[in-house]
């Protein structure tokens, strides 16, 4: 899915909501702390190959942000505040100075915590996202979620099916399913559907833009046949990020780390070397 978009003006939104506690899958114990976080309608389990083969090199730390995954559903949702949650789970695990990493959303989110708290940054790995707002539109998605009959849904590949009409692509249906869980009391979401509606205007935005730049080691991963990360963005990025370095990765679009995996790591090794 291809979108077009634009800078994001300099007002910026302030966040007064109070951090949740997140829940997070660990690897490794040793070396350097890792953080790695998640894209919007995903989960800590998108990472958890290469937070394998990181972890015999270093501590990895992967959180499910805010209305996904394990982590608690509330209401606010914007950048400031999932950047505090992850700053407080820095502090709940006494991580020292992680590397942040995240994709899409989760890269908005390391940016953020990075101009917010630049002192508590090592280094910022941010994967096929820009610090820029986009014109995207999630409502047929948020749509592919609500046509699903939880109630009389018997089978996995019932709600595929229901899907269908909304989402085309069987890649996708499986991403998206994949927060489709079912316990004594039924199916339910792991996300927070509602939150993430009323809040898409935040999420597809950016609102941190008013901090001081991050002069910390930083680079910008993105797959060369997504327009996510454009040439005309490379300015703001710079702004914002004055040591940014950029390393395009061929053939690959949005899902960069899962559309060539190989090159990704080699991209994020530069960074992790250099810190």
Not at 59 to 69: E, I, K, Q, T, Y
Not at 122 to 130: H, K, N, Q, S, Y
Not at 131 to 153: C, E, G, M, N, R
Not at 207 to 229: L, R
Request: aromatic share 10%.
């Amino acid at each position: 899915m291809f979108f077009v978009p634009f800078v994001v003006s300099r007002q910026r939104y302030r966040s007064t909501a109070m951090p949740v506690s997140l829940h997070y899958r660990e690897y490794g114990t040793d070396g350097a702390a890792v953080i790695l976080l998640h894209g919007l309608f995903g989960s800590s389990a998108n990472w958890g190959s290469i937070a394998r083969e990181l972890s015999d090199r270093y501590r990895v730390v992967v959180p499910d942000l805010r209305n996904h995954g394990q982590s608690p559903h509330v209401e606010d949702m914007d950048y400031p505040a999932m950047a505090g949650d992850v700053a407080a789970l820095c502090k709940q695990l006494a991580l020292d100075r992680p590397v942040i990493v995240g994709h899409s959303m989760g890269g908005k989110v390391a940016m953020c915590l990075a101009l917010e708290q630049a002192d508590t940054v090592r280094g910022l790995g941010v994967a096929d996202i820009a610090p820029v707002t986009y014109a995207h539109d999630f409502t047929a998605i948020l749509d592919a979620f609500k046509s699903i009959d939880l109630q009389a849904l018997q089978r996995r590949e019932q709600a595929d099916q229901q899907m269908g009409a909304h989402v085309r692509e069987p890649r996708v249906r499986a991403f998206l399913l994949q927060n489709l869980v079912r316990d004594a009391s039924g199916w339910h979401w792991r996300l927070n559907l509602r939150a993430l509606r009323a809040n898409m205007a935040q999420i597809t935005g950016f609102d941190c833009v008013d901090q001081a730049a991050y002069a910390g080691p930083t680079q910008f991963i993105y797959g060369e046949d997504s327009d996510y990360v454009l040439p005309d963005y490379h300015p703001r990025i710079r702004q914002l990020f004055p040591a940014a370095g950029f390393c395009p990765v061929a053939h690959a679009g949005h899902w960069v780390y899962a559309e060539q995996r190989e090159e990704f790591m080699r991209c994020l090794d530069r960074l992790l070397e250099a810190v």
